[in-house]
C-alpha cells in the first residue's frame, strides 16, 4: 500500500521556523526525485522544493531560496523540508510528491501568524 504521511505543520510566528517530514511506504523512494509542493487557500498548488535521487541534488523555488532546505533519507524512506524565516505568505498546506508515480501526501497544515 502507497503511502505518504506529511508531519509537522504547525501554527508559527513569522521569522519562525519549521520541519516538516514525509514517510513513505510502498513504492520505490531511493534513487527517484521527490518534491515538495503547497496550496495557499484560494491559489494553485505550486512547486517549493525538489530533490534528485542521485546525487541529491535541489531546486528551489524563487520563494524558498536562501529560506527552505529540502533533505532526504533514502534508508528511512523519509523526505524533509527546513523552512527558517517563515512569513504569513507561507501559509499553505504542503504536500510530499513522488513524481515518477504522482503520488501525493494528504499534506500538513503551515500557518503564519504575523
Known amino acids: 500500500q502507497v503511502q505518504l504521511v506529511e508531519s509537522g505543520g504547525a501554527l508559527v510566528r513569522a521569522g519562525g521556523s519549521l520541519r516538516l517530514s514525509c514517510a513513505t511506504s510502498?513504492?520505490?523512494?531511493?534513487?527517484?526525485?521527490m518534491s515538495w509542493y503547497r496550496q495557499a487557500p484560494g491559489k494553485d498548488r505550486e512547486m517549493v522544493a525538489l530533490?534528485?535521487?542521485?546525487?541529491?541534488?535541489?531546486t528551489n523555488a524563487g520563494f524558498a531560496k536562501g529560506r527552505f532546505t529540502i533533505s532526504r533519507d533514502d534508508a528511512k524512506r523519509t523526505l524533509q523540508l527546513q523552512m527558517n524565516d517563515l512569513r504569513p505568505e507561507d501559509t499553505a498546506v504542503y504536500y510530499c510528491?513522488?513524481?515518477?508515480?504522482?503520488?501525493w501526501g494528504r499534506g500538513t497544515k503551515v500557518t503564519v501568524s504575523t
Open positions: 510528491y513522488a513524481s515518477q508515480w504522482e503520488y
Open positions: 530533490i534528485n535521487g542521485v546525487g541529491g541534488g535541489t
Open positions: 510502498g513504492f520505490d523512494f531511493g534513487g527517484f526525485v
